[in-house]
């Protein structure tokens, strides 16, 4: 049977437009990172430290609208301190960025990828993600909240896994009232 002109000119108009609304499976959107904010939370004995760090770069996955993965790279040289001002907030932010902490000229970058993903809700995914702090990848696990073009979550981050010693009772004995403690918080909100 010969086609037409006519019918090979519909079937190619209404194939392409059949195309054109099918969603695209794992569809990868950047972050927009300078609306996107990382706030982290550290806490000693006497009480705790706030600060920012900057979203380098970012992206989330998604197969027909379900997050199935992402990938972030934050500017460690960008950390600073929120809660305090003038002499002591540059002398928390050089600490911080020293060898003490996370030794920023040597690694001027940390890292989240997304290695597993399940849907714990609507709008709510547990994720594991391989962090990388000052060189040392260990995974986490945290919950990840998405509405409409942002996205929320919350890590809490041991740092004695990453080798960040300074102040910590894993590593140094009779600490008192100055020991910090492993564990600090990260808030995360996106925008994508």
């Not at 190619?12 to 972050?31: C, I, Q, W």
């Not at 960025?97 to 996370?102: E, L, Y």
């Not at 009779?174 to 564990?183: A, V």
């Amino acid at each position: 049977m010969k086609k037409s002109p006519l019918s090979v000119v519909l079937a190619l108009v209404f194939g392409a437009s059949a195309m054109a609304t099918t969603p695209v499976a794992d569809e990868k959107v950047a972050v927009k990172t300078g609306e996107s904010k990382v706030t982290w939370k550290a806490y000693k004995v006497t009480g705790s430290h706030t600060g920012t760090v900057v979203l380098k770069e970012g992206a989330l996955v998604f197969d027909e609208g379900t997050l199935t993965g992402g990938e972030f790279v934050v500017d460690m040289t960008s950390l600073i301190s929120t809660d305090l001002e003038g002499e002591y907030k540059q002398k928390l932010e050089g600490h911080l960025k020293s060898d003490d902490f996370f030794g920023v000229a040597q690694h001027p970058t940390s890292k989240l990828v997304f290695t597993d993903v399940k849907a714990s809700g609507k709008n709510s995914y547990e994720v594991t993600g391989d962090l990388t702090i000052k060189g040392i990848t260990k995974p986490v696990t945290f919950d990840v909240s998405i509405y409409g073009n942002k996205a929320t979550a919350t890590l809490k981050v041991d740092r004695a896994r990453y080798n960040v010693r300074y102040g910590s009772g894993s590593f140094f004995d009779n600490l008192g009232d100055k020991t910090i403690y492993d564990e600090f918080d990260l808030v995360v909100d996106l925008e994508f």
